[in-house]
């Protein structure tokens, strides 16, 4: 199967911001790697044949890739708290995964007798996630999971500390790797005991802005539908939120739009770091109805409702 150079981006963005539904009841947090390997060279600037990124609850902590060979601080905090030798032992580590990634790149496509002349790509994401209640934290779930071309290829089952190959060209490594018993056990050591001791420290580390967060700013604007000039699209914006989990609706004489009848982005990063989250409606222009924005974010003591002043941009959205 060929991969377009374009196709890179989504399936890299995929594996970002893959992540579980909003709660507020219960503070969750995750750290996760993210490995990605490109068949061949691609002459692109900023994408390279090797990457690999830590992610501590979505924001990126350190980052590798193949040109620079060199394993980096993206956070203040990790480049003033992390030692020198953790950074030398990291970027032995990163060079260790890029070769192995190459090669099992290699031996994919071979084994699934795909052309070299054609794009493929080959990741890794292995992490885990927590929650915490008040000082409590319990250790949720743990994922390692391989994905090719952007399809699911390999995951380790936590529970039952074996591989799971939803498809044949996997089975081979399943069973290779399944007859390993102390790299299962290793495996789902690293993901419920090691990985939590590493998202404990680096949060302990983390700045305040990463521990506390930053509240959302709302807005909420009406212009001319470009599908129906008859109607109006109106929108509700939450935007400069962290950590990711938000609540947000619509909400027509105080109750909710349902979700069929809305559009909505999903939750989106900004530049910074933060998050950002958009539903709209279409309305009659003559409709009257009283809507407002409804936003819930933990951090903030009180919800934001902001109620439509019934006026609209003429521009067309």
Request: net charge neutral; proline share 4%.
């Amino acid at each position: 199967m060929r991969t377009s150079v374009t196709t890179i981006f989504a399936l890299f963005c995929m594996f970002l911001l893959y992540g579980t539904l909003p709660s507020l009841q219960a503070e969750k947090h995750s750290l996760y790697y993210i490995y990605t390997a490109l068949s061949k060279p691609v002459d692109l600037p900023g994408i390279y044949q090797f990457t690999a990124m830590g992610l501590l609850d979505d924001r990126p902590i350190d980052y590798y890739n193949s040109k620079d060979q060199k394993k980096i601080p993206k956070q203040t905090w990790m480049k003033e708290k992390m030692q020198e030798d953790y950074w030398e032992k990291g970027t032995q580590s990163r060079k260790s995964k890029e070769q192995w990634f190459n090669v099992n790149v290699d031996i994919l496509m071979k084994r699934m007798r795909h052309n070299e002349s054609d794009l493929h790509v080959l990741q890794w994401r292995h992490g885990c996630e927590v929650e915490q209640q008040g000082d409590e934290v319990k250790f949720s779930k743990g994922i390692s999971e391989y994905g090719y071309d952007g399809d699911n290829f390999l995951s380790f089952d936590d529970k039952e500390s074996q591989w799971v190959a939803p498809v044949e060209a996997a089975l081979p490594t399943k069973r290779k790797w399944d007859n390993v018993p102390i790299l299962n056990q290793y495996t789902k050591g690293y993901l419920e005991k090691e990985c939590v001791d590493w998202l404990n420290k680096f949060r302990e580390y983390g700045d305040k802005g990463l521990r506390h967060g930053s509240p959302p700013a709302v807005h909420l604007f009406a212009k001319r539908s470009i599908k129906d000039r008859s109607k109006l699209k109106l929108t509700c914006m939450a935007t400069g939120f962290y950590p990711r989990d938000v609540t947000l609706g619509i909400r027509k004489s105080r109750t909710f739009l349902p979700e069929d009848e809305t559009e909505s982005t999903g939750i989106r990063p900004n530049h910074d770091g933060s998050y950002q989250m958009r539903k709209s409606v279409e309305t009659q222009e003559d409709e009257k109805t009283n809507y407002d924005c409804f936003v819930s974010h933990r951090t903030l003591k009180e919800t934001i409702i902001v109620t439509w002043d019934g006026k609209y941009s003429p521009v067309t959205i």
